[in-house]
């Protein structure tokens, strides 16, 4: 499993959101806009990795809600980071199982991505519905390395729930490249559909990655790239971005500035 250099950031969690089938209690981040001007509802967007990617999809939002010249603006958005309160490495995060398709013998406990999915679009999407004003058209999942493969796997599903998808340096080498082949799979059948409630419309997916990470990496998203654009899938809208001189680290905001200004305008 990759370790990440990156430094926890995040403030403390607004709740705590507990999986009894995972017996697990996730930490929960939210930065809300200012209900007295933007009474809402607003548009959500999640990230995973929460202890470490929260902070810099707030400063990324920050940036784009203070720029004088994008037009349109950015639109008030709820923004919450779903984590662990615990470091890279440390057995109480449990990436490595929430954000794998597949069970590999690399990584004892993975394979729980579709049991991580099901309580982070159940009890804890209700949650955050219970307590601010959400709107249900316009939901964003963002992911970087491990957590954007799980992004991408919540994404192709027959009805996917998040219909905006931010996903940075994908770990598509995960289990011998099985989601690649998933994905081949996939375009063989029916199109992919955003939930018919409200009525159906585009699914959009923003691809990004640091020109200075590993081949490996880059030749992976190439390659799922490349796959898109032989066989496109009907509804779903993709743009992808490499940007020159950032590495799988460093890219993180610049990930965080192109993709949210790309999904949520």
Known sequence: MEKTPVRRTSPAPAFLSRSTALATDYHVFVEAPDASRHP?????????DGDYMFAPLV?????????????????PVLLVGVGYGKSFGD????RGR??????????????GADAFLAHLTGPLWAELARRYPVRNDLRLLAGHSLGGLFALHALFQPRP????????????WWDDHRFLSRVARRQQEIPLQAPRHPPP????????????DTESMTGDLARFERQLAESPIPGLETVS????????????PRLFHDGLAALLR
């Open 40 to 48: 809402g509802p607003w548009p959500v967007a999640v990230v995973v």
């Open 59 to 75: 400063q990324a939002a920050a940036k784009l809600r203070s720029s004088a010249r994008l037009h349109p603006p950015l639109p």
């Open 91 to 94: 057995p109480a995060n449990r």
């Open 98 to 111: 929430d954000y794998t398709p597949t069970a590999s013998a690399e990584e004892p406990g993975s394979g």
């Open 161 to 172: 729930f998040f219909n905006r998808v931010l996903v940075g340096a994908p770990s598509l």
């Open 201 to 212: 419309a585009p699914v959009r997916l923003f691809l990004g990655i640091g020109a200075e």
């Open 241 to 252: 971005r490499t940007f020159p001189r950032h590495d799988h680290y460093n890219v993180l």
